[in-house]
């Protein structure tokens, strides 16, 4: 049975993966991953089940038959919900079944192998857990890095990588730079953004990748994948690679469970997408629960503005009756702001918000 005592020295712990950790039989869960204050699950409305987030079908989104009914479904879903899962996406299952062995393989190396890889101090990108703002770390290990554009990735990292895991990851990020493509027109055009004006922020943008691990937990009640947090991106599309469920959502209050199906993706809505639309779509907060049996192996793919591009509420939606809810800021400031908060919540976010709306309503550009 784990407690929150352990045999050793946390800061002996730190220096290690939760993956190395779980090899000790008599592992006990140490201080610094102990959290036995999460919020539990309730059933809404006294039913016995949870609902399940919407669907969107890509191919019935740009056949021209289907568009208009679809165009509908995902406008009320980013609206109501601000994530959905995704079918017929285009990413054929024989690259999505290589990059799943691929991870896995990188997961089964070596700690030496791995740990040549570790956030360096100062940085939020590497091999690692970083260190909650409350001094918590989060059970599961993670590789965190950017890879695009081409001449930001650390030296040390993606280039670094197995051949064969770098090769299949460059096509996975070649379909989902395509696939987000898509997806952020359609987004444009029910927001009656000028399409153009969406294309231009995101073309060449900050793109990012984490591959995470989470070994289970004989008590997934005292830790967390990931604590509750928004999405400091404009979309973030999520693979669960080995099928493990253990991402949920809070919808009214409410924390809900999600179920998807293999080889569906995940869609959520991020911080800087409620910015560009100024407030129509909101970014959803979610988190990452442990199984007490199995490891559980995603993918997560950061889809973002260019560095030097300008954040804030897309200039062909403002007008007097709609005036600018949000500051603007450029996105490698409104990135590395995000980071330092080390995921808390959607404080970030409150941080752009314009206090006196009405007082702003004259700044028309």
Not at 85 to 101: D, R, W, Y
Request: glycine fraction near 6%; charged fraction near 25%; charge should be negative.
């Amino acid at each position: 049975m784990l407690s929150s005592q352990s045999h050793l020295e946390d800061s002996e712990f730190s220096m290690l993966s939760v993956q190395e950790l779980i090899k000790d039989p008599n592992i006990t869960v140490p201080n610094n991953y102990y959290r036995p204050d999460q919020e539990p699950l309730k059933l809404l409305n006294g039913n016995d089940h949870f609902p399940a987030i919407p669907t969107i079908d890509l191919e019935r989104l740009v056949s021209k038959e289907h568009t208009e009914l679809e165009l509908e479904k995902l406008e009320a879903t980013c609206k109501e919900w601000g994530i959905f899962q995704l079918v017929n996406h285009g990413v054929s299952s024989s690259l999505l079944e290589k990059l799943k062995l691929e991870i896995q393989e990188f997961c089964e190396l070596p700690v030496e192998d791995k740990m040549k890889f570790k956030i360096k101090p100062g940085e939020f990108e590497g091999y690692g857990s970083l260190v909650r703002s409350d001094g918590k770390l989060d059970w599961g290990d993670r590789l965190f890095m950017i890879t695009n554009p081409v001449h930001r990735r650390k030296p040390y990292l993606f280039p670094e990588l197995p051949s064969s895991l770098r090769n299949t990851l460059e096509c996975y990020f070649q379909e989902l730079q395509n696939l987000s493509k898509i997806l952020l027109g359609m987004i444009a055009k029910n927001l009656k953004m000028e399409i153009k004006e969406m294309e231009e922020l995101f073309e060449d943008g900050m793109q990012l990748v984490r591959l995470n691990y989470y070994p289970p937990c004989s008590e997934p009640e005292v830790v967390m994948g990931i604590i509750p947090h928004s999405d400091a991106t404009g979309i973030t599309i999520l693979h669960q690679v080995n099928g493990v469920d253990g991402l949920q959502i809070k919808k009214d209050g409410v924390w809900i469970p999600l179920s998807i199906p293999p080889e569906a993706f995940v869609i959520n809505l991020g911080d800087i997408l409620e910015i560009i639309s100024n407030g129509v779509y909101q970014s959803i907060e979610h988190r990452v629960t442990i199984n007490s049996e199995k490891e559980r192996i995603s993918v997560a793919f950061f889809v973002n503005p260019r560095f030097d591009a300008e954040i804030g509420p897309a200039r062909s939606l403002i007008n007097p009756k709609n005036p600018p809810l949000f500051k603007k800021i450029r996105t490698e400031d409104y990135v590395k702001g995000s980071s330092s908060l080390k995921l808390n919540g959607q404080k970030y976010l409150a941080n752009m918000k314009i206090e006196n709306v009405k007082a702003c309503s004259t700044i028309i550009e």
